[in-house]
């Protein structure tokens, strides 16, 4: 590590915190592709990269668009609200009722982005920018009040910045990773890229819309956001995680609710805001590891 200037963060999960940590100590850039980092740990990250002068650049296509947007923003002061667009994923239009149906196979079919089964499902629940509201709080060191969610189903405006004068800065380009990735591993500088751009005359109509608090839960949206601005940091991770293990293990057993996943395991019934109470309840006890849900055998 010490001979390189730029060090990419990109494993999933917490453990992504100790490296993160180790490469600002350093005094290295940080090319963050690792969410959870800052969802976990948000606060000791910045402050320690405040405190050994390390940049953090992301990665995350939303947070890179922001990163971009602010770029000349003199005075923090001046942002009157972050818009992180979402796609909608591919349960976008379906009712409250009709969530209850889906499979996991429906919730890996993601309309424009071509990613991992966990993000891919996270995105399906729309529980991926619940975390990407925490990231752009710690990131940005704004409010969970400045930070909004907006669905953009082109995937083309990948998020927004509002300042407090009106004027509105967004960042546009293809549904393709290579150009944040290319922007962290280059900044300040662009590098020219080989692929063909965004051609604005042939894209379509763009369009925006609210969430569906309704169909995907206020769990998401906005109480997880509050409930998570300090989390205890070995753990915070952890409710995301589990269901999703039992999601993907046994595809055809589980559904997807308006709740989060649920799994039909031996004579129980596990959804994530179930894991989410279980959790919260387990970790408030001074010395309690934090909750263990056991997969039993399953019912087709």
Not at 78 to 88: A, N, Q, Y
Not at 234 to 248: E, G, L, Q, V
Request: positive net charge; charged residues 25%; glycine residues 6%.
């Amino acid at each position: 590590m010490t001979e390189a200037d730029t060090v990419v963060t990109a494993v999933m999960g917490s453990v992504g915190l100790r490296p993160t940590l180790a490469a600002i100590q350093g005094k290295k850039r940080i090319a963050l592709a690792n969410k959870e980092t800052l969802v976990c740990a948000g606060t000791l990250v910045m402050d320690a990269a405040e405190k050994y002068s390390a940049e953090i650049v992301p990665v995350d296509s939303e947070h890179s668009a922001v990163f971009q947007c602010l770029q000349g923003c003199r005075d923090r002061g001046e942002v009157r609200r972050i818009l992180l667009t979402c796609s909608g994923g591919p349960f976008y239009g379906r009712t409250f009722d009709e969530l209850e149906h889906m499979t996991a196979a429906d919730a890996l079919r993601h309309p424009n982005w071509h990613m991992g089964p966990k993000i891919t499902v996270d995105s399906a629940t729309l529980m991926n920018k619940g975390l990407e509201i925490i990231e752009a709080m710690r990131l940005y060191r704004l409010p969970v009040e400045q930070v909004e969610a907006v669905i953009h189903r082109q995937s083309i405006v990948h998020s927004l910045v509002e300042y407090r004068d009106g004027a509105m800065i967004a960042q546009l380009g293809t549904a393709d990773m290579k150009l944040p990735i290319r922007y962290a591993l280059t900044y300040p500088y662009r590098a020219e890229s080989p692929d063909k751009p965004l051609d604005l005359l042939t894209c379509g109509a763009l369009t925006f819309a609210e969430p569906d608090e309704r169909a995907f839960p206020v769990c998401v949206w906005h109480g997880m956001p509050r409930r998570w601005a300090a989390p205890p940091a070995p753990y915070s991770t952890a409710p995301t995680r589990r269901p999703w293990d039992c999601f993907c293990e046994a595809r055809s057993a589980l559904t997807i609710s308006p709740g989060g996943w649920s799994a039909r395991w031996s004579g129980c019934r596990c959804n994530i805001s179930q894991a989410l109470r279980i959790y919260w309840k387990q970790t408030r006890r001074r010395g309690a590891p934090p909750c263990d849900i056991r997969k039993r055998s399953l019912h087709t």
